[in-house]
């Protein structure tokens, strides 16, 4: 499986189909599954990719627990299975493009397991605001301070 990552500008046609960039379309050419984004996005998954993701998601509740069902209808009911076309365009489904807020210009990411194709104006506005520090502040909890280092 592919590993996704990069960010690359592109721009929506007249019929809102988006050129997948070439290096990415071999691993997209068994089918595209389109899913609204927990962010302000789209994203673009393998089938299998996609199954995986929502069954860990939905894996940790019981069969009884309604969030079940929400997650279960968060992913299913907002996703589209697509195929990149001779071109390797895909088109982008109205309820996607709204949910982004996509206009002609846009990004595609890559989030390692997905692609995500996002407004290149609020894409702007998100990346620039990620602060590393604030990202991995969780993860240094009881982690000893570094002591080695060049010597002064």
Avoid at 33 to 62: I, M, N
């Amino acid at each position: 499986m592919a590993t996704f990552r990069g960010t690359f500008d592109y721009t929506l046609d007249a019929k809102n189909r988006l050129t997948v960039p070439a290096k990415w379309r071999p691993s997209l050419s068994d089918g595209i599954v389109l899913s609204k984004g927990t962010e302000k996005c789209v994203a673009v998954w393998t089938p299998e990719r996609f199954d995986a993701y929502t069954e860990t998601a939905v894996s940790q509740l019981h069969e009884l627990d309604p969030r079940r069902d929400q997650f279960e209808r968060y992913f299913q009911a907002n996703s589209h299975d697509v195929d990149l076309d001779s071109a390797g365009r895909i088109m982008i489904p109205p309820r996607m493009l709204e949910h982004a807020g996509l206009t002609k210009d846009v990004v595609i990411t890559g989030v390692r397991t997905r692609l995500e194709i996002w407004d290149r104006a609020t894409w702007n506005a998100y990346n620039e605001s990620l602060d590393i520090v604030e990202l991995t502040a969780p993860f240094a909890v009881n982690v000893p301070p570094f002591t080695g280092g060049p010597a002064a």
